[in-house]
């Protein structure tokens, strides 16, 4: 069956330090990945999503940036993290005929 | 660029009462839409999928239309119970560049 795996659930860390969030999937090939994420009370906002290994789309200039270094797996960094990078980040993969499956969520907490 | 919106931002109403979530999108070259539920601090839980071919999905008592030509779709509820209290979020994947764009949500207080 098809799962998502993203870690840690929570996260805390200093302002200026790094960040990497990982997400695989399992189950599915060539899938499309995607990072979100949600400030508190708000709705999703699209990050990054890519159609292939190597493929990155990035929606919003900012503070971060993701890779994909094999098929089923999506990293989100930092090299240094804001404050305003605080909030719940979801993973997600999708196909076109079926639909979009989610992470658990990493709830970020920039101190 | 696809922008997704869904009215009303908040819906509170009695049990029983059926309830209409409205979401509608600019661009029609879509895969699929998709309902999901998200309750407070959790992720989202898939609700229905439609396919751009299709009209309706139903499962339960969730029923969703869709209406590709004039970018609409409606998620019904009938007879509301008080655990259906949730975000509700719609979700269109794009079929020109693979992008899944969320609308904000509606937020739904079923009360006892």
């Known amino acids: 069956s098809q799962t998502i795996h993203q870690w840690p659930a929570t996260l805390v860390q200093p302002v200026g330090s790094p960040l990497s969030l990982e997400c695989t999937v399992e189950?599915?090939?060539?899938?499309?990945l995607y990072w979100y994420r949600q400030a508190a009370g708000r709705g999703l906002q699209l990050l990054f999503y890519s159609v292939g290994i190597g493929q990155i789309s990035s929606e919003v200039p900012q503070n971060l940036s993701a890779s994909r270094p094999q098929d089923r797996q999506f990293i989100l960094s930092s090299k240094k993290l804001l404050l305003s990078d605080s909030g719940f980040y979801l993973c997600?993969?999708?196909?076109?005929?079926?639909?979009?499956?989610f992470g658990q969520g990493t709830r970020l907490t920039v101190v | 660029k696809q922008e997704v919106t869904q009215i009303p931002a908040a819906l509170s109403v009695p049990e029983g009462e059926n309830l209409v979530l409205n979401c509608s999108f600019t661009?029609?070259?879509?895969?699929?839409l998709q309902w999901f539920r998200q309750d407070p601090g959790k992720g989202l839980t898939s609700l229905l999928l439609?396919?751009?071919?299709?009209r309706e999905q139903t499962s339960g008592r969730l029923n969703a239309s869709l209406d590709k030509s004039s970018g609409r779709s409606t998620l019904y509820i009938a007879a509301s119970q008080p655990g259906d209290s949730a975000t509700y979020l719609c979700?269109?994947?794009?079929?020109?560049?693979?992008?899944?764009?969320f609308g904000a949500g509606t937020t739904v207080t079923v009360r006892a």
């Open positions: 997600a993969w999708s196909r076109m005929q079926i639909q979009a499956f």
């Open positions: 661009d029609s070259a879509i895969y699929n």
């Open positions: 979700a269109v994947l794009s079929s020109n560049d693979y992008k899944l764009s």
């Open positions: 439609i396919q751009s071919s299709q």
């Open positions: 189950g599915t090939s060539n899938p499309n």
